[in-house]
């Protein structure tokens, strides 16, 4: 009998399933009801609910709650600061059974072998793993990475099985204006998936980025932005990263009218966060206690994730469907008890037991050297422009600040919470750097420098003073990669990251302790940030208004140019 005929006949109760859960209700995400009986799996496929069926292996989920399991729709895996294998370990216990990711990071950094990568580790993962092929390598031509994807390229690496489509377009710019290897992309996926990235795009230059074929967007961080872009047909995910926050701005918009249009993704986020608050069952947890529908909750996060994308084989516990299932101790706690991923049982065993694939991207930090006159700055005139930290979100202010000019330099100001930053490319192309001011950081003395930096993954560093920021920067070179804090010159806490500059090959659980020492040594310099690090990083992605920087200088991001 082939698996076909198999699955047919233990749905019809002629032939033993392999497993089947007993004791537990169905949560229904077409009717919302509870559903009694027992959910059995024969392979990897669910065959049979609200009956009762045999089983070689019978487990009893006895007052447990069963949802389908989560589906998180856009994030960098890069960003947990681990290996794919790592991040496996880390969510999938929590319910995540099927991830969809954006490795631009690491292309950045290393390019189509960075893609490859992914797409080698995700068969030998417990975790469904989507890789999407980056669309914007680098985000701009206003910085320096380390490697630059054509749509050619792209197109060598669309055969794999792990592929959904083109991942998130950042150069909204160049879809709107017409840039001719922006639209090379773009007809390559047409008819596919295409995610988006339009950070407060409205009206007509909305309608124009969406006419191109793109279906989501998860930048949008007021329900106000949610709703026009809802309205114009666009899949809207909601995000609750490490420092991109906009859970409860968009949590009003969320309802059972709408949660078919409407998903859930972390972007970016760190173990540290994972283990105090959670991932997508931190989401389900915080949108119910802020009163959203349990419904609608769940949904969002596996339903309307898996039509969104059309993952027509999961999204719900039903025949026929991927035996992706979550136990729960209750709806509203999220708190999973068990977890079943593609009809595998996971836990320690079944994490042991997976392959393996080598990292690539080792020995990548190759900048120059630099000295506390490095970070000097020059100007002829006081008037200068600053960017403006917004806690909770990736988007900046463009400020304007007095500073005097004092020996040839401004220099950083901690009264006034005014600190240097500076943006220093790593990847041996040039040898930039790029020096500025920032506000909001609340730096009283040192330095912080890290090679995760959005998404040309150069150098970044801010600080009060130079050597400091010398001393942090120098680090980098040194392992690899990382974050490092340095006061008084000595170093008081670092994390090496030799995977590319962005990951480490260590477990996440001891990546998580050297996170909590990072941010106590960050606070010991004066920083009020709760995240820090992924909030220096985002202050060099020059497609997210307003004021950023790159290696190339101060970019006004609504203009879309570097400031002379």
Do not use: W
């Not at 077409?30 to 009694?36: K, N, S, V, W």
């Not at 701009?140 to 380390?146: F, I, L, Q």
């Not at 007509?204 to 930048?219: K, S």
């Not at 694939?357 to 050297?369: L, Q």
Request: aromatic share 4%; proline share 5%; hydrophobic share 45%.
């Amino acid at each position: 009998m082939d698996s076909l005929e198999k699955r047919i006949a233990a749905a019809r109760g002629e032939t033993p399933a392999d497993i089947v859960l007993r004791g537990g209700r169905v949560f229904d995400l077409m009717t919302g009801a509870l559903l009694e009986g027992d959910v059995a799996i024969v392979g990897d496929r669910i065959v049979g609910t609200c009956d009762s069926y045999d089983a070689a292996q019978v487990i009893d989920v006895t007052g447990r709650v069963l949802v389908p399991g989560f589906i998180d729709t856009h994030l960098h895996v890069e960003s947990s600061l681990v290996t794919p294998f790592e991040f496996d370990r880390c969510v999938t216990p929590r319910g995540v059974t099927t991830a969809i990711c954006d490795p631009h990071e690491i292309a950045n950094v290393v390019g189509a072998e960075g893609i490859r990568y992914f797409q080698r580790a995700a068969p030998h993962l417990l975790m469904d793993l989507k890789v999407q092929l980056s669309s914007c390598v680098p985000s701009t031509d206003m910085e320096t990475a380390g490697a630059a994807l054509s749509a050619e390229d792209l197109a060598g690496l669309m055969d794999d099985p792990s592929g959904l489509g083109l991942a998130e377009f950042m150069n909204y710019p160049g879809v709107i204006h017409r840039d001719p290897g922006a639209m090379d992309k773009l007809r390559l996926f047409e008819g596919g998936h295409i995610d988006g990235h339009a950070p407060l795009l409205s009206g007509r230059d909305l309608n124009a980025y969406i006419a191109a074929g793109i279906r989501t967007e998860h930048e949008a961080t007021s329900e106000t932005e949610a709703r026009e872009k809802l309205r114009k047909g666009l899949r809207v995910l909601i995000r609750e990263g490490s420092v991109s926050k906009d859970l409860h701005a968009l949590a009003p918009l969320l309802t059972e009218v709408t949660a078919p249009y409407m998903c859930l993704c972390t972007d970016d986020r760190n173990p540290l966060d994972i283990g105090e608050h959670g991932h997508l069952d931190y989401m389900i947890r915080e949108l119910i206690r802020l009163g959203t529908s349990p419904l609608a909750a769940y949904r969002a996060a596996s339903l309307s994730a898996a039509e969104a994308f059309g993952l027509k084989d999961r999204g719900l516990i039903a025949p026929g469907l991927r035996a992706d299932i979550v136990a729960l101790g209750s709806l509203e706690a999220c708190d999973a008890k068990l977890v079943i991923v593609g009809g595998r049982m996971v836990d320690d065993d079944a994490f042991a037991a997976r392959g393996h694939v080598e990292p690539v991207g080792r020995d990548s930090v190759r900048a120059p050297s630099v000295t506390a006159t490095s970070f000097r700055t020059t100007g002829n005139r006081n008037e200068t422009d600053v960017i403006g930290i917004r806690p909770g979100q990736i988007l900046t202010d463009h400020l304007h600040e007095e500073i005097a000019i004092e020996d040839g330099d401004k220099r950083p100001d901690p009264a006034r919470d005014l600190a240097r930053i500076a943006v220093i490319e790593r990847h041996g192309r040039n040898g930039n750097i790029a020096c500025g001011f920032v506000r909001g950081f609340g730096l009283q003395a040192g330095a912080i420098a890290s090679t995760v930096c959005h998404d040309h993954h150069n150098i970044a560093c801010v600080g009060v003073d130079y050597d400091d920021m010398a001393l942090a920067a120098t680090r980098l070179g040194e392992i690899e990669g990382g974050f490092v804090v340095a006061k008084g010159g000595a170093v008081l806490a670092e994390l090496a990251l030799p995977v590319a500059g962005l990951m480490s090959l260590d477990p996440f659980e001891t990546v998580r302790d050297q996170l909590v020492e990072l941010r106590a040594a960050a606070r010991s310099l004066g920083v009020t940030l709760e995240e820090p690090f992924l909030q220096l990083a985002f202050l060099a992605l020059p497609v997210i208004p307003a004021l950023k920087i790159t290696d190339r200088g101060m970019v006004d991001v609504t203009r879309f140019e570097i400031i002379g």
